[in-house]
């Protein structure tokens, strides 16, 4: 086992992760960052909407990010990943994937969460460019071009609705009977390809063997837990949502239902954007440090919530 106690160990190197070690280093409090490296929107053409960053490629912010953890001393980020988690005492032991064991006063998890998109070929490697989950986030960069919407239900309308921000030519593929009466541009065909050409959508292609020219789709994607790490250390999850299936429940300071154990960035969000990750992980940092100061000196902190009033708290 690893002999450092850690005040905490930050699980996830991505938005949240980094932002949360930024303020845990600047409060000069021994920080673990283990990072596994799989960003959601690593293959991203650009960030947007951050401020200071708009367009900026994923990768180059996170290497940023970990250039500017570099001048705090307190602050260590490692590759690999954390596989288990088990509470001991007043800390927690993590285990890694190589094999050795680390302890830690506290948990941030920043873990992510998986994108799950229907299984239709073509529409993997558009991911992040043109099919994409978040008109805010890719919106400007598809606007006044031919669009679709892979939903169906009420939230194929929203998403059709929403698009019509950015351009006037949006058609609703419900790969399927539409499950909605409004008058809106929709293809109940089932969808067959996402034909792209030198990596950008140029049509969907149907059973039928008919071809719809689009450049762009915006996808009802669901995301779910990335990692087991939240079910291993009994956090209590969020109802299922629109988007998220089983989204950690955190109250307003980011704790979960296990005290000690903390949560930001997509893995306990309803609106999964870089720009909210790196509030939260500002925020839940700012928890986990006073956190650590109601043990050490006596400082008055909120009481942890329970696990049937976490459990009702909205991710």
Known sequence: ???????????????????????????RRRTLVVDAGRQSNLPAHGIGGLLGHDGRPPAELYAMGRAELA???????????????????????????????????????????????????????????????????????ARDQPLAV?????????????????????????NGPAGFTADLPTDERQVTEFVSEAGDLVAVEFADGDRLA???????????QRSDLAAQLGVAMAPPGPIAEDAVAVDAFHRTSVPGVFAAGDLSASMPQVAAAISAGSLSAAAVVQSLLADDVGLPVPP??????????PA
């Open 1 to 27: 086992m690893d002999v450092t106690e850690w005040d905490c160990v930050v699980i996830g190197g991505g938005a949240a992760g980094l932002s949360a070690a930024l303020v845990l280093g600047r409060a």
């Open 71 to 141: 001048k705090y001393p307190t602050v260590e980020v490692r590759p690999g990943e954390v596989t288990t988690g088990v509470a001991d005492g007043a800390g927690f032991v993590l285990g890694l994937a190589d094999g050795s064991q680390i302890h830690t006063r506290r948990v941030l998890l920043a873990t992510g969460m998986d994108y799950v998109a229907p299984p239709i070929p073509g529409l993997a490697k558009l991911w992040g460019r043109s099919a994409f989950h978040c008109p805010f986030c890719h919106g400007w960069e």
């Open 150 to 174: 892979l939903a169906s239900g009420d939230r194929a309308v929203h998403m059709a609705l929403m698009l019509r921000g950015w351009t006037d030519d949006v058609v609703i593929l419900t």
């Open 214 to 224: 689009r450049r762009g789709v915006l996808v009802a994607a669901t995301l779910r």
């Open 304 to 313: 942890w919530p329970n696990q049937k009033e976490n459990a009702d708290v």
